[in-house]
């Protein structure tokens, strides 16, 4: 859904090569504008507005019939259609970094447009995914509407091919459908999306219910290093020895909405989802705990919305064979605390000198507040003995199920950590 949004707003534009970089809402864009070459030496330019307004015009599209456009997507031809006129890339070649690294290959993409005075109608698409929208041309602006019809979510996986191997092996099942606002040139935008039936098969995950899981540890060299931990292993911290106060400070920092999602969260990924198109980056990143632990056991920590796809592949199927519990265990058990220190049995420990189920509440809020950037907080925090007292304040306060007078007396109380005997060394396979 994130792509699929991604791809709207550069579709509305395929001719439009020298289309600046969206930028954040209330920030002036620099002029939109459209370089039209005429023979060899006589070109003009002409705002965005002004280009559409000319392609779509009776006499600009027969004009254009049958003509071609070099853009940074490939070479787009222009057909006059009755209702309108047609531009149409083939072979199509897209590569947005914020999507994902790979360049993405297409046979065709197509957009049509049509105009009655002002508004501006029409569809884009690609394989068979169609998006339809409605705009009205300013002066030097587009404003509308879009919506990409109900579709099934294995059709939105396809655009990506390659960029996404689980698709060899997975099974999707599920339809989505989603509407929203656009404008441009500023990139502003709103979105809702409605997924229906969302399954996974095919993964594997299943053999994570039990036994040992490999996991990668990132140590103080920076180097990352694969380790077991499972059941019966010294590292393991099973569920009823993890206490009742960090797993609650977990789920408040990390994911409030983790015991009624299904492996994502809509509300936080259209969230994550403005955010990132606007600043044409992936700035949020919207991860239930869910995709959290798909990341740490089978991807890399790319911030793209591929990964993101393929995260929550493994976060659906991991909802309907692990279930909640098992999940929280296994993230609470792998999760990077710091340099070399993974685990809720470690983080306890190195910076605290105790165990997860003895911990304070304070302490677990603390905890929960640095997962976001725990390397960080031991450099900011632990090894200075400054810990960020707002930030674990609002860990506290999002916490639920806590005894009356608990909260007031947590943040009444001082932090202070274990001293730090030795830097944490290297984590190996056991």
Request: net charge positive; hydrophobic share 45%; charged share 20%.
């Amino acid at each position: 859904m994130r792509a699929v949004a991604a791809l709207v707003c550069g579709a509305l534009l395929l001719a439009c090569a020298d289309r600046p970089a969206a930028l954040p809402a209330g920030v002036n864009a620099a002029p939109w504008t459209v370089r039209i070459a005429f023979w060899h030496r006589f070109s003009v330019s002409l705002s965005g507005p002004g280009a559409l307004r000319v392609a779509t015009a009776p006499l600009g599209a027969r004009l254009l019939d049958g003509h071609a456009l070099d853009t940074r997507w490939g070479r787009v031809g222009v057909a006059r259609v009755t209702d309108g006129v047609t531009l149409r890339c083939a072979p199509c070649a897209i590569h947005v970094p914020a999507i994902g690294t790979d360049t993405l290959h297409f046979a065709v993409v197509e957009l049509h447009l049509n105009r009655q005075g002002q508004a501006l109608t029409g569809w884009f698409q690609i394989k068979q995914v169609v998006l339809r929208f409605k705009g009205e041309l300013g002066a030097i602006a587009l404003g509308g509407d879009f919506e990409l019809v109900d579709t099934p979510i294995s059709d939105i996986y396809a655009l990506f091919g390659a960029a996404i191997p689980e698709l060899q092996a997975a099974t999707i099942g599920g339809r989505v459908a989603a509407s929203g606002t656009f404008r441009l040139p500023d990139g502003a935008q709103t979105l809702a999306a409605q997924v229906r039936g969302f399954e996974v098969g095919g993964l594997g995950t299943e053999r994570l219910a039990y036994g040992p899981v490999v996991h990668a540890c990132v140590g103080a060299d920076g180097m990352a290093r694969l380790r077991a931990i499972g059941e019966g292993g010294r590292d393991w911290v099973a569920p009823k020895a993890m206490g009742r106060l960090l797993p609650r400070a977990v789920v408040a920092s990390e994911d409030s909405r983790y015991f009624k999602h299904p492996g994502y969260d809509l509300l936080e990924a259209r969230a994550a989802l403005l955010v990132n198109l606007v600043a044409q980056d992936a700035r949020r990143g919207g991860s239930t705990i869910t995709q959290q632990l798909a990341r740490t056991l089978f991807l890399d920590q790319e911030r793209t919305v591929v990964r993101k796809l393929r995260e929550t592949l493994y976060a659906v199927e991991m909802e309907q064979t692990l279930g909640k519990q098992r999940i929280l265990a296994l993230y609470l058990n792998t999760v990077d605390w710091g340099p070399g220190i993974c685990g809720a049995g470690e983080a306890a420990h190195t910076y605290f000198a105790t165990t997860p189920a003895t911990l304070r509440l304070e302490q677990a809020a603390w905890l929960a507040g640095i997962l976001r950037n725990p390397h960080l907080a031991w450099h900011k925090e632990y090894v200075s003995g400054r810990p960020r007292m707002q930030r674990l304040a609002w860990v506290v306060r999002r916490m639920r199920g806590l005894r009356r007078g608990e909260r007031t007396a947590a943040l009444r109380r001082p932090l202070r950590f274990q001293a730090m005997a030795v830097k944490p060394g290297k984590r190996s396979l056991d």
